[in-house]
């Protein structure tokens, strides 16, 4: 389907296309397996200006529409999920200052991201806070010209990576989640650590670490907005960047979908392509429409977003839900469409598959998302 993207749109295409399978494609299994985390394909995400795509032009950067940066987002995607979400954390780290900060706190901290020179990541989720955000146990209590910091956050992509950490801490627990707020932590701030490099299903090339606050001091002039305002910022930040997780989750299963029907049609048995057959051939049109509707959805969405609407809460989640398991179904049916050459890591399915199954858990799980499709939808009768 044609989605009327524009020249530069198209050219953005290309570029994270080439990157993908010419740099990616050829590390991928190597990275997945060991776990190594991609600097050397961030250098060339940054010489190719793609890290410019999240960022406004008035800040160094070449658009900050969600267009563009799932255009990108969804090429990456289509040979490895893992190795992307360096650039992809980094675009969800980014967007509470986009959303809440000072024009000279985005004045100092952008430019550097749209160059590639520094990724950014995201730190609300705790052991016991994720989709109950509300629930932060970290706190930031005030003292002088400073904010002291002091618990731990959880599973954070990127974490021990990035430069930038946009952190949700307590300023005020009896005021419960209007007591929140944000912060920007710098990687190398006295009392900032790191925990051990978790080891995951999926996603293995990104990094994913506890992140640990003992008594670390940040200028009062790292704050976010103001204080209170952390809770708004970032369901801010997921309404704004749940299509780009739809993007990825897409971006899989359209990559599990080409190998899938390459394979079939190559595959003999009983003297004729596996593709002859009605029922493999019912499986890839159906594996094709779920994508091609996902698809619609998350870009109908993000021009939404681009001119301007003001409500997209419900839209958004229905993207990150519904292209999420479409993903999972389809890796689900191009491993077994490969039958046993689909469960060995010979064939990138499996690893799709894998890395599929974090799109319906991480950014809020897809049952909150249907939780939050059905509260706004009662609203509007």
Same mark, same amino acid.
């Given at each position: ?28 299994? /190597? ?9 050397? #394909? &961030? %250098? ?6 793609? +890290? *410019? ?119 005020? /627990? ?9 912060? #920007? &932590? %710098? ?6 650590? +790191? *925990? ?186």
């Amino acid at each position: 389907m044609d989605y009327f993207l524009n020249e530069d749109q198209l050219e953005l295409k290309e570029i994270a296309r080439r990157i993908a399978v010419e740099k990616m494609e050829p590390v991928r299994e /190597k990275y997945d397996e060991e776990g190594i985390f991609p600097w050397d #394909i &961030v %250098e060339i995400m940054a010489q190719s200006d793609l +890290f *410019g795509v999240m960022v406004p032009e008035n800040y160094g950067g070449l658009s900050g529409k969600v267009t563009d940066l799932i255009v990108v987002t969804e090429e990456l995607c289509k040979i490895d999920a893992g190795t992307s979400l360096a650039f992809g954390a980094t675009g969800l780290g980014i967007y509470p200052i986009l959303l809440g900060a000072s024009e000279e706190q985005k004045q100092k901290y952008l430019p550097a991201v749209a160059e590639g020179k520094r990724l950014a990541a995201f730190a609300l989720t705790e052991a016991n806070a994720g989709s109950d955000a509300g629930n932060i146990q970290t706190t930031a209590t005030k003292d002088g010209d400073y904010y002291v910091l002091n618990g731990t956050k959880q599973w954070i992509t990127n974490g021990g990576e990035a430069e930038l950490y946009t952190v949700f801490a307590m300023t005020d /627990k009896t005021k419960g989640a209007r007591g929140c707020s944000c912060f #920007i &932590v %710098e990687k190398d701030t006295p009392g900032f650590t +790191f *925990g051990k490099k978790e080891n995951k299903m999926g996603i293995r090339a990104s990094a994913t670490r506890e992140l640990i606050f003992e008594d670390c001091r940040i200028p009062k002039e790292n704050l976010i907005s103001r204080e209170g305002m952390g809770f708004m910022i970032a369901m801010k930040t997921f309404d704004k960047s749940r299509p780009m997780v739809a993007a990825q989750a897409i971006g899989i299963a359209q990559g599990a979908l080409d190998v899938a029907a390459k394979y079939v049609k190559e595959r003999q048995q009983f003297g004729k392509p596996v593709s002859s057959f009605q029922g493999v051939q019912f499986m890839l049109a159906d594996m094709a429409t779920q994508i091609e509707a996902a698809r619609a959805l998350i870009y109908q969405t993000a021009k939404m977003i681009d001119e301007g609407c003001k409500n997209y809460s419900k839209e958004s989640a229905m993207c990150k839900y519904f292209a999420s398991d479409v993903a999972m179904k389809v890796t689900i049916d191009a491993v077994q469409l490969l039958g046993g050459y689909g469960y060995m890591k010979e064939y990138p399915v499996e690893k799709m598959m894998r890395d599929a199954k974090i799109m319906q858990i991480y950014e809020g799980t897809n049952q909150i998302q249907r939780g939050i499709v059905a509260s706004q939808l009662l609203k509007e009768y």
